[in-house]
Structure formats: C-alpha cells, structure tokens
C-alpha cells in the first residue's frame, strides 16, 4: 500500500486546513487509516483514526473538537480536516494504514505511511 499525504501548508492561528491522503496498491476499505503528527524535537504522536467503514472515528484529547477525520473508500482517500488550529499543532503530519488491526493510537501498529505533509500555525 503506497500512501501520498497533502494538504498542508502555512497558516495564522484560528484558521483551518483540510489534509488528504490518497491510497493506492492494496485494499483500501479492508485498512484501519490513522493520522500522526510530529513536531521538531518531540516523538510522533497520535492524532485521529478512522475504522474500515468510516463509521467509527478516534481523536487525541489535543485535537477532539476540532479535527475531524473522513474516509471515501469509493476515492481510496482519508481526509484530516483542522480547525481552530493553534501553533502547537505545528508538525509534520503523516497518514498511516494497517490491514490487521481493529483501532490503534500507537504508531507502531501501523505497517504502512505516507511521507508527510508540513502544517506550519503561525501565532
């Protein structure tokens, strides 16, 4: 499964910004898709995941209610949308996927990423 990330970009504190992240090579509807982020200096951390159908969603307390994550399995692609985005949401953002796994916020469960995609929020 090959992942391409985009979407992110340079933005002022309180505005908001929409992730994609297209899926190709491998049975897009059978994985669990999750966002991570990290910042300069700090550990890859979890943000959001999407169960298989779309039907369950799973956030970091950081980012509950204000991000919301999407999946299209017609498109093969997962979307991060980020509002009310502050400056330490600054990060490289990643989308990940896993074929076995029911849900996870652990990075390492993942078996497939995509290269990241850069979210700047200037204060």
């Known amino acids: 499964v090959q992942l391409q990330a985009s979407g992110g970009g340079l933005v002022q504190a309180g505005g908001s910004l929409r992730l994609s992240c297209a899926a190709s090579?491998?049975?897009?509807?059978?994985?669990?898709m999750g966002w991570f982020r990290q910042a300069p200096g700090k550990e890859r951390e979890f943000v959001a995941a999407?169960?298989?159908?779309?039907?369950?969603?799973y956030y970091a307390d950081s980012v509950k209610g204000r991000f919301t994550i999407s999946r299209i399995n017609a498109k093969n692609t997962v979307a991060l949308q980020m509002n009310s985005l502050e400056p330490e949401d600054t990060a490289l953002y990643y989308c990940a996927a896993d074929m076995n796994i029911r849900q996870s916020a652990r990075d390492k469960d993942y078996e497939y990423w995509g290269q990241g995609t850069q979210v700047t929020v200037s204060s």
């Open positions: 999407v169960s298989r159908s779309g039907s369950a969603t």
């Open positions: 090579g491998g049975s897009f509807s059978a994985a669990i």
